[in-house]
């Protein structure tokens, strides 16, 4: 049997590993669970992405092309990893594609296995996500957009006071999730500003603890949704969301004025974390790679190496290793293939 480089998973950060191994000449299988690639940003329905806002469709449509153009590569979709001799490489792997399994061997392995939303009708949470129909989520919201119309849930009406609430299961240390989600700051005001250019009569506010906006992100995203499209942040914390005259009363502290805040809206964004997904703590327990306490996967060597496990011939990439935009899923995913072909090259 051929070894092969395998990478689970089949979304940005999968892919983008996948493609710069097959580029170097390996051969590559690729075992996603999904019946399609693309990850969140496709079976999510996201609208656009950051920085640009170009359609995620096409992004990532343009990415599983240059994927599947490699004659190199087998992608198994529908498709999971039930087991593995994992004691040295080569790895060997059981593949279950509907009721049949199968057997592939793995000079090394490549966890891609990302992330889940943080749900936001856990305990301690006080914002009515399963109660009201007009408080959604972050992902709830991409899916209105690609649509290309944002309305209220209860009854379809066009929303004209908006707000997004922060931080929802990100540094929040009663839940156990101290770490900050990355991507929510700059994704809730890309998606503010889509509604501000969809309906420019809408008032948007954003509450935030901090904004925090890193790199080129504060240029690209946040100074033209402030500016250009008047999009208002309001330094403050959410408690509670409650329903009033038809409307939602959003309830905390205006922590700038130091004093309490109940203002109504007729929409409520969560913008939820990210939270290791059930396939990463899967694939971490079945390959025997050490986790931090989130679930995540652990970077054996970081700062400088990034996507090195315990386990020696596994890496990760992309959201398995914690929370990540597209560009740490791009250079997880180039650095990993680098080694992981180097370990193919080493077995030869
Ligand atoms: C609402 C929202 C909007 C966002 N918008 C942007 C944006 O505009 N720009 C940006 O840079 N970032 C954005 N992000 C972040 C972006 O979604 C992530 O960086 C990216 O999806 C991570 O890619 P990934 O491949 O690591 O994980 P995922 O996208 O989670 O993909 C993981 C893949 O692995 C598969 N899988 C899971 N378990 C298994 C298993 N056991 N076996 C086989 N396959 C498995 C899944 O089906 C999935 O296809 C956004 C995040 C959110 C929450
Ligand atoms: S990116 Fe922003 S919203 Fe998300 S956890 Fe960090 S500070 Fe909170």
């Known amino acids: 049997m051929e070894e092969r480089l395998v990478v689970i998973g089949g979304g940005p950060a999968g892919i983008s590993a996948a493609i710069a191994a097959a580029e170097l000449g390996a051969p590559v299988t690729v075992i996603e669970k999904n019946a399609y690639l693309g990850g969140r940003p496709i079976e999510e329905n996201y609208a656009s992405l950051t920085p640009y806002l170009e359609s995620a469709e096409e992004v990532m ?8 153009s490699f004659e190199n590569v087998d992608v198994l979709t529908s498709s999971k990893v039930v087991g593995a001799s994992r004691d040295h490489a080569p790895f060997e792997l059981d593949v279950l594609t509907g009721s049949a399994t199968s057997k ?11 992330f889940t939303h943080f749900d936001p009708g856990r305990e301690t949470q006080l914002y009515g996500y399963y109660e009201f129909p007009d408080v959604i989520a972050l992902q709830d919201l991409e899916a209105m957009l690609k649509e290309g119309k944002v309305t209220r849930p209860s009854n379809g009406e066009t929303p004209q006071r908006i707000c997004f609430v922060q931080c929802v299961g990100s540094r929040d240390r009663q839940i156990g999730n101290e770490y900050c989600s990355k991507v929510c700051c700059g994704v809730a005001s890309k998606e503010a500003t889509e509604i501000k250019l969809l309906i420019p009569s809408a008032e948007v506010f954003i509450f935030y603890i901090d904004m925090r906006m890193y790199g080129y992100w504060e240029n690209q995203i946040y100074w033209p949704a402030q500016e250009k499209h008047h999009v208002q942040y309001v330094k403050g914390i959410i408690t509670e969301v409650l329903p009033k005259d038809g409307k939602l009363l959003v309830r905390g502290e ?5 004093r309490p805040m109940e203002v109504l809206m007729d929409l409520v964004v969560l913008s939820v974390g990210m939270e290791a997904s059930p396939g990463t703590r899967q694939m971490a327990a079945l390959l025997g790679v050490k986790q931090n306490k989130y679930g995540f996967i652990e970077a054996a060597n970081s700062p400088l190496d990034t996507v090195s496990t315990s386990v020696p011939g596994v890496y990760a990439v992309g959201a398995a290793l914690g929370p990540s935009d597209l560009e740490d899923c791009a250079s997880s995913g180039g650095l990993a293939a680098a080694k992981a072909v180097r370990d193919l090259h080493a077995l030869a």
Do not use: N
């Not at 592939?104 to 990302?114: M, N, P």
């Open 254 to 258: 205006d922590t700038t004025m130091g």
């Open 61 to 68: 449509g343009r990415l599983i092309a240059q994927l599947t």
């Open 104 to 114: 592939v061997e793995a000079a090394s392995v490549i966890i891609a296995t990302g």
